[in-house]
């Protein structure tokens, strides 16, 4: 069965940095869009980026474009989001998803990881 597993949050001072990890498993990642999502207690999921099948990179938030950077790798199935300068509001579960292209909305996507915690915190 399709498996997606996130890892790499914890927590980090601001102005850290860290690299999520999603490792994709019973079916071929390399011909679907994976994408990263985050949603903080209270809020509704917020898309982060994505990347699709042909490596074509999506910001979906101004507050994050050039702090976080997606990055896929297909032979090891894993899919990185490095974050930098990571601030407060950042804080929040991240969830890994996989659909047949890249999109905003969270409905688009047919399968989710468990999600890992980021916190921002001094």
């Known amino acids: 069965q399709v498996q997606l597993v996130e890892s790499g949050g914890g927590l980090v001072q601001p102005g850290g940095s860290l690299r999520l990890s999603c490792v994709g498993s019973?079916?071929?990642?390399?011909?679907?869009?994976i994408a990263w999502f985050r949603q903080a207690p209270g809020k509704e999921r917020e898309g982060v980026s994505c990347?699709?099948?042909?490596?074509?990179?999506?910001d979906y938030s101004d507050s994050m474009k050039g702090r976080f950077t997606i990055s896929r790798d297909n032979l090891e199935s894993t899919v990185w989001l490095q974050m930098n300068s990571l601030q407060p509001e950042d804080s929040a579960v991240y969830y890994c998803?996989?659909?047949?292209?890249?999109?905003?909305?969270?409905?688009?996507?047919?399968?989710w990881g468990q999600g890992t915690q980021v916190t921002v915190s001094s």
């Open positions: 998803a996989v659909a047949g292209r890249c999109s905003y909305y969270p409905r688009e996507y047919d399968f």
């Open positions: 990347i699709s099948s042909s490596d074509v990179a999506t």
């Open positions: 019973g079916f071929t990642m390399d011909g679907y869009a």
